[in-house]
């Protein structure tokens, strides 16, 4: 399991180079992980975190927000199939 920060996305961003993005990110190893666990700040309405858990072998996204029956994630992203 891979646990994916939020801390380079201010670098990804702002167009940090490649080096400094892959410096601060590659010990983790993501892509030999099956299951990713991805914290989502929601900035719609009151703004909260929500958290994604991605199983890349299924090709399968859970999202769990315990807001979501106030206020639902359908028109945050577009849903498709990769």
Do not use: M
């Amino acid at each position: 399991c891979a646990i994916l920060s939020t801390h380079d996305l201010p670098r990804i961003r702002y167009n940090a180079p490649d080096d400094v993005i892959w410096r601060n990110s590659s010990w983790v190893c993501y892509w030999e992980k099956d299951i990713w666990v991805l914290p989502i700040h929601r900035q719609s309405g009151i703004g909260h975190w929500v958290l994604c858990v991605i199983r890349l072998s299924n090709k399968e996204l859970h999202l769990f927000d315990s807001l979501g029956n106030r206020q639902p994630w359908q028109n945050d992203v577009k849903v498709g199939s990769i």
